[in-house]
């Protein structure tokens, strides 16, 4: 069945998707096989590679699919954790996939008897932290494994950058290939909530032969860097440096995004 969204009240149709779908984005299989389309290149995956060079002992947090865990494997050890089945079944099938310790874990709350020199958190997964709780709880577990010496990095987008938060489906609407059901389109649909903070969206992605339609909502919280400093404090965590983008920028007020480089805390 095709979906056609349709305003509602002035508002998109994502909100009431939200309250009454049992998909989710990450944990389903028929949503995950979608992930890492388009395949590209990276920045975030470049800049932690060159940052794991001194380390012997990688966390990657929120690893999903494990594109990036797979490289940061080379040479060390990694440790890849995703609370979604779905992502880490196609992370282990991957080439170097065994070279990888792969958990099934939430970033909140799991406990590895180890320490770690380096820590990332990519893809903008701290968003889908939705309250200051739960972004509490996944940053003092970052502090609780790392190393003495050893460096965390992460990426949350600006509630302050002047760019638009909300997308339609004509504004994203995209073909490409999928290597099991061939060409496919794919559109994103959101809405922001200026006084929660929070981005409500659903991506979706038809099959052009059979017309069949993937999709389900989710949502993610954008964060201040003056509250994420606190957070980062009160977990314990100190910031070395700040960055806008994963291409080094140095962060400023209207950055795109927002990347803390820190360790814990003397």
Not at 61 to 84: F, S, W, Y
Not at 120 to 128: A, E, K, P, V, W
Not at 207 to 217: K, W, Y
Not at 253 to 263: A, D, T, V
């Amino acid at each position: 069945m095709f979906l056609q969204f349709t305003p509602v009240h002035g508002h998109l149709f994502v909100e009431s998707l939200l309250k009454m779908s049992t998909r989710n984005i990450f944990t389903d299989p028929d949503l995950a096989k979608f992930y890492e389309l388009p395949q590209r290149d990276r920045a975030d995956h470049i800049f932690c590679l060159e940052l794991a060079k001194e380390a012997n002992s990688v966390l990657d947090l929120g690893c999903g699919t494990g594109e990036l865990t797979v490289q940061l494997a080379n040479g060390r050890h990694v440790v890849g954790l995703d609370p979604a089945a779905a992502m880490l079944k196609i992370a282990k099938q991957r080439s170097g996939g065994n070279q990888v310790t792969w958990i099934e874990a939430d970033a909140r709350n799991f406990q590895i008897e180890q320490r770690f020199d380096l820590i990332c958190l990519t893809g903008h997964s701290f968003q889908f932290f939705l309250n200051e709780q739960d972004q509490l709880a996944a940053l003092k577990q970052i502090a609780n494994h790392l190393a003495l010496k050893g460096k965390f990095v992460f990426d949350t987008r600006n509630p302050d950058f002047p760019g638009k938060k909300t997308r339609s489906k004509e504004e994203t609407l995209n073909r490409t290939m999928h290597s099991q059901l061939g060409e496919i389109e794919s559109w994103n649909i959101s809405e922001y909530d200026e006084d929660t903070q929070t981005l409500s969206f659903i991506n979706a992605y038809r099959s052009l032969s059979t017309d069949e339609v993937f999709s389900a909502p989710s949502q993610i919280k954008y964060t201040s860097q003056d509250k994420l400093q606190q957070l980062l404090k009160a977990a314990g965590l100190s910031v070395h440096t700040w960055l806008g983008g994963w291409t080094g920028e140095p962060f400023h007020s209207k950055s795109r995004e927002i990347i803390p480089i820190g360790s814990k805390s003397s």
